[in-house]
């Protein structure tokens, strides 16, 4: 970036760069996937820059970072991208950048985080955030800027979308609520945000969503039915906005019909749903009691019923499963005709149960935080199988849960969004199939099946 003057006064503008990182591994596992939406963080931050600024963002999903002198830098981290951030954050300061980290890493490792950074923020960033920005104006930045108290979410600013480069038909990302009021074991949202649920204005949520070019959008939000009469008050004003969109809920909060057709009649065309394991051990793992499995097929067919698809999220890895989880899960999936599955990998990420108990357990692997991604890494030591074992599952089950058979298996009993369903599924037949060419992953060549049948024996009963 070079320096820019204002017009008006002839000053010189500070320039400051906003990154969304992301390590190149996981820039191959996301690719050919169809619902990368943009991260909504930097834009929602860029809201708050004064006009004093030259600012631009610059999200490594979609552009490579160009290393050359600017005044101040500004990047989110999050754990398995957290080596990635801080080499680059060297090579800025080593140009002589201020460079300021923030983000649920920071949060939860600040003592790490402030040996790589000029400026670390601590916790949400709603009033932290433009307080630096004034100091750096006058040059009284600080080393750490902590969150106190809960901030407000009222009056807040519309993201600066205009920024996004590239994601043209994916930059739609808005949140109505944040915080949820579970407390899953292996989730930190409670360490990085204050404990408290908070919803925005609703006509605050309208105002930003009308204001998105995008038909199709999606909500940020950790739990969008948490407050069912919030989200319903929500619901009938975006009902006229005529948009497309997605949400994170629980399968719990789907018993209530009124909320499904509002949701419906405002546009969603599908939830994500964290059934997370179709074991009852696994789910008490979880610390998610409130999942019925023997429900599981009743939410599936009344999502159904309203027109809307399950996108499920799935966790392998807890110390109830076996070998038999992945093949046990994918004909689960297969017989109650769930649309898509988010699969991902346990992660005992630092501030969560799962982590301080594995940690007392002498179960971390001495890795670094890449391994913390959940998706093509495993950070622990699973309690019934290797942790190779538990990567090897996991992609055989990514696999099989893409193939034609199984696409088509569940599209003829879910028959909803046909179009966008088999767009979604052969996006990430694509990406694993890419994914597996590269070589990317630990594999095996003996067949999960075979895996099982030597292991069996051994399993603790």
Same mark, same amino acid.
């Given at each position: 970036m070079i320096a820019f003057v204002d017009r008006k006064s002839g000053d010189i503008m500070p320039t400051l760069l906003m990154i969304t990182p992301e390590n190149s591994e996981i820039n191959k596992f996301r690719a050919h996937q169809l619902n990368n939406f943009t991260q909504l963080t930097m834009p929602y931050l860029a809201g708050f820059v004064p006009e004093e600024y030259s600012i631009r963002l610059l999200d490594e999903y979609t552009e490579p970072i160009l290393f050359e002198k600017v005044d101040l830098v500004a990047i989110t981290v999050n754990t398995p991208n957290a080596p990635h951030v801080y080499s680059i954050s060297k090579r800025f300061r080593e140009l002589g950048t201020w460079v300021a980290l923030g983000g649920p890493h920071v949060t939860l490792n600040p003592e790490e985080a402030a040996c790589h950074g000029d400026t670390i923020f601590v916790g949400e960033a709603e009033e932290t955030w433009p307080e630096f920005l004034k100091d750096f104006l006058s040059g009284s930045m600080q080393k750490a800027y902590t969150s106190l108290h809960?901030?407000?979410?009222?009056?807040?600013?519309? /993201?600066?979308?205009?920024?996004?480069?590239?994601h043209r038909l994916t930059s739609g990302a808005v949140f109505a609520s944040?915080?949820? /009021?579970?407390?899953?074991?292996?989730?930190?949202?409670?360490?990085?945000?204050?404990?408290?649920?908070?919803?925005?204005?609703?006509?605050?949520?309208?105002?930003?969503i009308g204001s998105m070019p995008n038909k199709y959008f999606v909500f940020w939000d950790d739990n969008f039915f948490a407050d069912p009469v919030y989200t319903k008050a929500l619901l009938k004003d975006l009902a006229r906005l005529n948009k497309r969109w997605a949400a994170q809920v629980t399968a719990c909060s789907c018993e209530d019909e009124e909320l499904l057709s509002l949701a419906k009649a405002a546009g969603c065309l599908y939830l994500f749903l964290g059934l997370e394991s179709? &074991?009852?051990?696994?789910?008490?793992?979880?610390?998610?009691?409130?999942?019925?499995?023997?429900?599981?097929?009743?939410?599936?067919?009344?999502?159904?019923?309203?027109?809307?698809?399950?996108?499920?999220?799935?966790?392998?890895?807890?110390?109830?499963?076996?070998?038999?989880?992945?093949?046990?899960?994918?004909?689960?999936?297969?017989?109650i005709g769930v649309d898509g599955v988010t699969a991902s990998i346990l992660t005992p990420f630092p501030g969560t149960s799962i982590y301080e108990q594995y940690k007392k357990e002498g179960r971390l692997l001495d890795v670094d935080w890449d391994?913390?991604?959940?998706?093509?890494?495993?950070?622990?030591?699973?309690?019934?199988? &290797?942790?190779?074992?538990?990567?090897?599952?996991?992609?055989?089950?990514?696999?099989?849960?893409?193939?034609?058979?199984?696409?088509?298996?569940?599209?003829?009993?879910?028959?909803?969004?046909i179009f966008y369903t088999l767009a979604m599924n052969y996006g990430y037949k694509r990406a694993y199939r890419n994914f597996t060419r590269l070589g990317f992953g630990e594999r095996s060549d003996e067949s999960l099946g075979h895996r099982i049948a030597q292991h069996s024996r051994n399993w603790p009963r």
């Open positions: 809960v901030p407000s979410l009222d009056g807040l600013p519309i /993201p600066r979308r205009d920024l996004i480069v590239g944040r915080g949820c /009021p579970h407390n899953c074991s292996y989730c930190s949202l409670k360490k990085i945000y204050h404990n408290e649920f908070r919803t925005r204005p609703v006509d605050e949520v309208i105002k930003d179709f &074991s009852e051990q696994g789910l008490r793992d979880a610390n998610k009691n409130f999942n019925k499995i023997e429900e599981y097929g009743k939410v599936v067919n009344k999502l159904h019923r309203h027109g809307i698809s399950i996108q499920a999220g799935i966790v392998f890895g807890f110390d109830s499963d076996t070998l038999e989880v992945f093949e046990t899960t994918l004909k689960a999936c297969n017989n391994h913390y991604n959940g998706k093509t890494k495993v950070a622990y030591v699973p309690k019934r199988m &290797s942790h190779k074992e538990l990567l090897n599952g996991y992609n055989e089950f990514r696999g099989k849960f893409h193939s034609w058979s199984s696409i088509v298996k569940r599209i003829s009993k879910s028959r909803v969004n």
